[in-house]
């Protein structure tokens, strides 16, 4: 049976190890300068249907290869976007060929980012709509469940070990699609993000509370335009201002009661992913010589938030 192994034990990372552990072996991954030695990673897990104390066991990756089996390994990559690439360094040397690595970052620059870094490993992509957060070191929350899509993200990765990965994971419970064309449910999530986050971080209010600030308001509509028009660029797709703002619309819905992962790190004097997601599309936007001057503004006002530009 696949061992699953876990990079980035936060709340999301912690969700899967708990809830995979039931079924597979799991292993966390411990920083690359770690001691050899295992050590136990404890953490409680609460649902709707209760708290449950998982004990599971946290390796340094050069112990690795003593825990590699003949069904592989399974990399689950669950670190913050800026984080991804360094993360990946750390581990490479003791990843055995062909490992298969699931990348859950938001934004998209750092999946690219990574394609191009690692190309010798087959990499999906994941988009999860579960909802997870610690409450402290030792206490993680499964606030929401979701569905989460799998998919191909380079060159060596397939279809056929796309739908392998979405059974394993759904041994978990959570529910698990594989998705053909993953890069467009990556871009339908930076839209979304890229519109809400930074937005709550610079105001400072939950997801709901946006539909009661003129500052966000007034700008809504002209913010989704910028972002369908490089969207519909980048992917060939035909996504009208209208249309983005009403899936955005449905989200800021669902989730009104949110803290966003962007004003949760503001609000911890944390670095934020405002470069892997409003910087991407600006990036993208200049490649394609779209014009995005309300995006721009953004990036640069969560950057100014950021604990470096502090002092
Ligand atoms: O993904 C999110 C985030 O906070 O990063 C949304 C969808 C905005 C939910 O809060």
Redesign the pocket.
């Given at each position: 049976m696949t061992t699953v192994v876990i990079l980035g034990a936060g709340a999301l990372g912690s969700l899967w190890a708990a809830r995979l552990s039931r079924t597979h072996k799991v292993l966390i991954l411990d920083r690359p300068q770690a001691s050899g030695r295992d050590k136990r990673f404890s953490f409680t897990l609460q649902d709707s249907k209760g708290s449950l104390a998982y004990h599971l066991l946290r390796i340094a990756p050069s112990a690795l290869a003593n825990h590699s089996t003949d069904a592989g390994l399974l990399l689950l990559v669950c670190c913050k976007s800026y984080d991804l690439v360094k993360a990946l360094e750390g581990v490479q040397a003791w990843l055995p060929e062909g490992t298969a690595l699931v990348l859950f970052q938001?934004g998209l620059k750092s999946q690219h980012e990574a394609a191009r870094r690692f190309p010798h490993w087959p990499i999906y992509a994941a988009v999860t709509?579960e909802?997870a957060n610690r409450t402290s070191p030792a206490q993680v929350i499964h606030a929401g469940t979701g569905v989460t899509w799998i998919g191909a993200f380079n060159a060596l990765a397939s279809e056929t070990q796309a739908q392998q990965i979405a059974q394993t994971l759904s041994a978990s419970g959570l529910q698990v699609q594989a998705q053909s064309d993953i890069s467009s449910r990556l871009w339908q999530?930076l839209a979304?993000?890229a519109v809400?986050?930074p937005w709550?971080a610079l105001l400072g209010c939950r997801?709901g509370e946006l539909r009661q600030a003129s500052r966000f308001t007034d700008s809504y509509g002209a913010l989704c335009a910028e972002i369908a028009s490089i969207m519909n660029a980048a992917t060939a797709s035909h996504w009208t201002a209208a249309e983005l703002q009403h899936l955005v619309d449905g989200?800021?819905e669902r989730?009104a009661l949110?803290?966003?992962?962007?004003?949760?790190d503001v609000q911890a004097g944390r670095q934020t992913?405002i470069e892997q997601i409003t910087g991407f599309l600006v990036e993208q936007a200049e490649r394609l010589g779209i014009d995005c001057p309300r995006n721009r503004e953004l990036l640069q006002a969560v950057l100014k938030l950021s604990p470096e530009n502090h002092q």
């Amino acid at each position: 049976m696949t061992t699953v192994v876990i990079l980035g034990a936060g709340a999301l990372g912690s969700l899967w190890a708990a809830r995979l552990s039931r079924t597979h072996k799991v292993l966390i991954l411990d920083r690359p300068q770690a001691s050899g030695r295992d050590k136990r990673f404890s953490f409680t897990l609460q649902d709707s249907k209760g708290s449950l104390a998982y004990h599971l066991l946290r390796i340094a990756p050069s112990a690795l290869a003593n825990h590699s089996t003949d069904a592989g390994l399974l990399l689950l990559v669950c670190c913050k976007s800026y984080d991804l690439v360094k993360a990946l360094e750390g581990v490479q040397a003791w990843l055995p060929e062909g490992t298969a690595l699931v990348l859950f970052q938001n934004g998209l620059k750092s999946q690219h980012e990574a394609a191009r870094r690692f190309p010798h490993w087959p990499i999906y992509a994941a988009v999860t709509t579960e909802g997870a957060n610690r409450t402290s070191p030792a206490q993680v929350i499964h606030a929401g469940t979701g569905v989460t899509w799998i998919g191909a993200f380079n060159a060596l990765a397939s279809e056929t070990q796309a739908q392998q990965i979405a059974q394993t994971l759904s041994a978990s419970g959570l529910q698990v699609q594989a998705q053909s064309d993953i890069s467009s449910r990556l871009w339908q999530k930076l839209a979304i993000n890229a519109v809400i986050n930074p937005w709550t971080a610079l105001l400072g209010c939950r997801n709901g509370e946006l539909r009661q600030a003129s500052r966000f308001t007034d700008s809504y509509g002209a913010l989704c335009a910028e972002i369908a028009s490089i969207m519909n660029a980048a992917t060939a797709s035909h996504w009208t201002a209208a249309e983005l703002q009403h899936l955005v619309d449905g989200v800021i819905e669902r989730t009104a009661l949110n803290r966003s992962s962007m004003l949760q790190d503001v609000q911890a004097g944390r670095q934020t992913e405002i470069e892997q997601i409003t910087g991407f599309l600006v990036e993208q936007a200049e490649r394609l010589g779209i014009d995005c001057p309300r995006n721009r503004e953004l990036l640069q006002a969560v950057l100014k938030l950021s604990p470096e530009n502090h002092q």
